[in-house]
């Protein structure tokens, strides 16, 4: 019920805090990232800029080159999952400033790693791209881009690799990403005399990825503290995990801090059943908990066998706090 109470209503009324959102599922997060960087776009004015990825037939060894994708066969592979393709998504949207995750591991010593958190600071388009009209919401580019500028957020200042770049001091040791094909994935596409035929298919487009919505797997190891996440804590078809509910709640720092995306509940039936899905979730088996008692009780001997040192060391803490303090 503590819970059910912190339901954030509307998204938008966090756009201030930059929020993220934290799910148990994959298949959610695109959709719900680009809303959430629409969102970051109309705080800050910048214009949007979207494209779509493209999708080619692989060759096989030993076979003639494959004849290029129909629009509907095009059409039919925008619509498969991204987890098919690597988490390559179907499409981009970007603006001056907009967050990623990235995809791959192409430079580590300027920070381009997997999973590193970037921020876009410059669009290279294509050379046959017609130039931006400013008409609409946004720039729907025709072809992928040729590349996309991007500088590490935090936690990584590559200055001996990007010192000597002319943009160093105002871009942060910037670098660029470009389109790239996935692995490989087999769809199901429409056939004049079969009905259906089974092609494998790569996609292409920049590995830039979602960095506004991502999964409890992603966020394993962080510490919230007083950034904005947003948490989706309802039980999905398969059941609530342990390690989701344990992971979750432990990033925040009190249960003030806790937001979450929508109600666990909203009927008494349905709070039922949430109640055993979280009972469930949260028994331990009988060997771990045999260990967390074990661990307590070496945790108290510890304590007892080493009370001076514990002390001496709570003294210690109470002098640097308060020489802080007044200074």
């Known amino acids: ?40 776009a109309r705080r800050k004015g910048a214009r949007l800029v979207s494209w779509n990825a493209d999708h080619v037939p692989v060759r096989q060894h030993g076979t ?3 004849p290029l994708l129909s629009h509907i066969e095009k059409a039919v592979a925008m619509r498969v999952k991204d987890a098919a393709f690597d988490h ?96 490989a994935a087999n769809i199901t596409v429409p056939a004049v005399d079969t009905g259906t035929a089974t092609k494998n298919v790569r996609r292409i487009n920049v590995p830039l990825g979602d960095y506004y919505a991502v999964t409890d797997y992603f966020v394993q190891g962080r510490s919230f ?3 904005c996440w947003v948490a989706d804590l309802s039980v999905p078809p398969g059941g609530l995990k342990r390690a989701t509910v344990y992971v979750l709640l432990t990033r925040y720092k009190t249960l003030n801090h806790i937001r979450l995306l929508r109600p666990l509940s909203t009927t008494p039936d349905e709070r039922k059943r949430v109640v055993q ?45 308060t020489a802080a303090t007044t200074t």
Not at 11 to 33: A, F, G, I, M, Y
Not at 281 to 300: F, G, M, N, S, Y
């Open 64 to 66: 003639a080159q494959q």
């Open 277 to 321: 899905q979280f009972l469930a979730a949260t028994k331990l088996d009988p060997d771990l908990a045999a260990e967390l008692r074990l661990l307590d009780r070496r945790t108290t001997a510890t304590r007892n066998r080493y009370a001076p040192e514990y002390e001496h060391a709570r003294h210690l803490e109470e002098r640097w706090t």
């Open 1 to 40: 019920d503590a819970l059910n109470q912190r339901v954030i209503t509307d998204l938008s009324d966090l756009t201030d805090l930059e929020p993220r959102v934290v799910l148990q599922r994959n298949e959610p997060r695109h959709v719900l990232n680009t809303r959430l960087l629409m969102l970051q």
């Open 88 to 183: 390559t998504t179907a499409d981009t949207w970007y603006y001056e400033g907009a967050r990623y995750t990235l995809l791959d591991t192409v430079a580590a010593d300027a920070g381009a790693c997997h999973n590193n958190e970037v921020e876009a600071c410059g669009l290279l388009t294509d050379s046959r791209e017609p130039p931006d009209d400013g008409h609409g919401p946004y720039w729907r580019l025709h072809y992928l881009p040729a590349a996309v500028m991007v500088r590490p957020i935090k936690g990584h200042a590559p200055n001996t690799v990007l010192a000597d770049l002319a943009d160093f001091a105002s871009k942060g040791g910037a670098f660029t990403v470009v389109p790239r094909p996935s692995p």
């Open 225 to 227: 503290k007083e950034e």
